[in-house]
Each structure stands twice: as structure tokens, then as C-alpha cells.
């Protein structure tokens, strides 16, 4: 037979297992971060990330994917977001599919812009639009490659229809690569003084690393200035009201998300997130709603 004290630590392990459990149904499923390989989307989600589990105690996993996976997701996920939604152009196929089925939060920057880009090094007399690129000497000098990035990036797709808009198929390859192996392949043209296109964007780090410039576009190939949504899965403003809230007040400047990014490459983007947050509590406390609460207290 069991003995008193036999049965009653029997009894209190049942509580504490009970007690256990009851803990982890009422934790919060994660909200999922949808992350491309653009810079600037990893270090805003690792921002959005730390914000959201130290101010709501909502728990956050970053789940790294191509462009079109990430807005399928949002629009598929209950609880989900992506920060990087380049709009009007260079998501706006994705957009179009999915745009009733997820929710708009609204502009994280305003000021991003897509083109090529060369070294400053680069002759202006030779090669200043993307017209310039049909001449022999600059063909030459360019050995035929357009340097770009992920075959799944929004730019990549924009940059195919700029080759056949202007008549460059018979002279040029678009290279494909990962993000790290373009600016890799732009540093060793530049430590080299060799002649290079790259597929380029802004904002990124390497504007304030190198010496760069964008090729004139007559044609508005690869659009004019764009803004940079975040968007949510239609179910988070009512599981998640606050955080909701909290990501329709987000927004950056463009001196901010430089700053960040060149942090980033000297650092992490988890380093870089934490440090922006240490060095903007007006910032995020205007994100959370807190300096409202602070002044009606006042």
C-alpha cells in the first residue's frame, strides 16, 4: 500500500504536470515572419521580432524564404507577416494575386528604389544609361554580365523585361546569385578598378561602403521610386490586436535603415536590430503607443 507521503507526492506531481500544461496551452502560437535575402527585411523583422516578444510577450519565429513563398504564405497563415512588400512595381505581380486575401499595413519607408549600378570609377563619357550598354567598347569592357541576384527577387524579374526592352539579349547574361555574392563580386571589380553592372537597390549597405551609381533608365524599365509595405495575414488584427496596432505605427527613415544595414554587415542582423532598439527608444516607444499613454499622464 501506498504510504501518506507516497500518495500526496503522487498527487502533487499530477498538479504540476497539470499546472505544466495548462502553462503551455495559454502560450501564444508564434507569429511567423516571412524573411527574403533582401538586407533590409532581415533587419526590420529581427527588429519587429525583439519588439513584439519584449513588449507583448508574443513569441516570434523568422522563417527565411523566396519572395513569392513569403506573400503565399501571409495570404495562406493565420498568424504571419512580411515586412518587405516593394510596391507599386517590384512585388506588384505578387500583390495582384494575393492582395484580397492579406491585410495592407501600411508603409514601413517610402524612398526605395531599384536600377543598375555602376563604380563612380566608371567614365560618365562611356557609360551613363542603360542605353550606353548596346556599344561595343562597353560590351567589351563589361565582358557581356549583368551581375544580379536570386533567380526569385522581384528585381531579377524586372531586370529580365530591361534587357528585352532594350534590344541587350544577344550582348548580355544576368547573372544569378545570392545578395552576398553580388556585393562580393562588386567588391572584387572595384579592389580590381574592373568595369561591372550590377542589379542594385536602395537602401543597401554597400552605398555607403562603395562609391556607386545608378544608370540613367529612359525607358522606366525599372521604376521610379517605391514604398515599402508590411503585410499581415487577415486574422492577426483580431488574435493579436496590440502587435497589430503596434506594426501600423512602424516606420523608418532612410538614414535609419542605412545605419542599420551597414551595422548589419559589420555585425548581425540580430546585433544590428538590438542596437537600433538601444538607440531609439523614442522611436519604438512611439511604435508601442507608450509615449501616448506617457503624455495623457502628464
Known amino acids: 500500500m501506498k504510504t501518506v507521503s507516497q500518495f500526496a507526492a503522487a498527487v502533487l506531481a499530477v498538479v504540476v504536470i497539470c499546472a505544466a500544461g495548462m502553462a503551455q496551452a495559454a502560450q501564444p502560437e508564434p507569429i511567423r515572419i516571412y524573411v527574403d535575402e533582401y538586407a533590409e527585411g532581415q533587419v526590420m523583422s529581427h527588429v519587429a521580432k525583439t519588439v513584439i516578444e519584449s513588449e507583448y510577450d508574443v513569441p516570434v519565429e523568422l522563417k527565411t524564404v523566396a519572395v513569392g513563398p513569403a506573400f503565399l504564405g501571409v495570404a495562406s497563415d493565420e498568424r504571419s507577416l512580411f515586412l518587405v512588400a516593394w510596391l507599386p512595381r517590384t512585388h506588384g505581380d505578387y500583390m495582384d494575386r494575393v492582395g484580397d486575401q492579406v491585410d495592407n499595413l501600411g508603409e514601413l519607408f517610402d524612398g526605395a528604389r531599384l536600377g543598375w549600378a555602376v563604380p563612380a570609377y566608371v567614365p560618365k563619357d562611356k557609360l551613363a544609361s542603360i542605353d550606353d550598354m548596346k556599344k561595343p567598347e562597353v560590351v567589351d569592357k563589361l565582358d557581356g554580365r549583368?551581375?544580379?541576384?536570386?533567380?526569385?527577387a522581384g528585381l531579377m524579374q524586372v531586370s529580365k523585361e530591361t534587357i528585352?526592352?532594350?534590344d541587350l539579349d544577344d550582348d548580355y547574361r544576368?547573372?544569378?546569385?545570392?545578395?552576398?555574392?553580388?556585393?562580393?563580386?562588386l567588391k572584387r571589380a572595384i579592389d580590381n578598378k574592373e568595369w561591372i553592372v550590377v542589379t542594385a537597390w536602395s537602401p543597401h549597405w554597400m552605398w555607403k561602403r562603395f562609391d556607386l551609381r545608378y544608370l540613367d533608365d529612359p525607358k522606366g524599365e525599372l521604376g521610379a521610386r517605391e514604398?515599402?509595405?508590411a503585410i499581415a495575414s487577415q486574422g492577426l488584427a483580431e488574435s493579436e490586436p496590440e502587435v497589430h496596432a503596434m506594426l501600423k505605427r512602424m516606420h523608418y527613415s532612410l538614414e535609419q535603415i542605412d545605419t542599420m544595414l551597414l551595422n548589419a554587415e559589420q555585425t548581425s542582423y540580430e546585433q544590428a536590430a538590438q542596437t537600433f532598439i538601444d538607440e531609439h527608444p523614442d522611436v519604438v516607444a512611439q511604435w508601442t503607443g507608450q509615449d501616448e499613454s506617457q503624455a495623457s499622464t502628464q
Open 227 to 229: 514604398h515599402v509595405d
Open 146 to 152: 549583368i551581375q544580379g541576384i536570386s533567380a526569385g
Open 164 to 166: 528585352d526592352a532594350y
Open 174 to 185: 544576368l547573372i544569378t546569385a545570392s545578395s552576398a555574392a553580388m556585393t562580393a563580386a
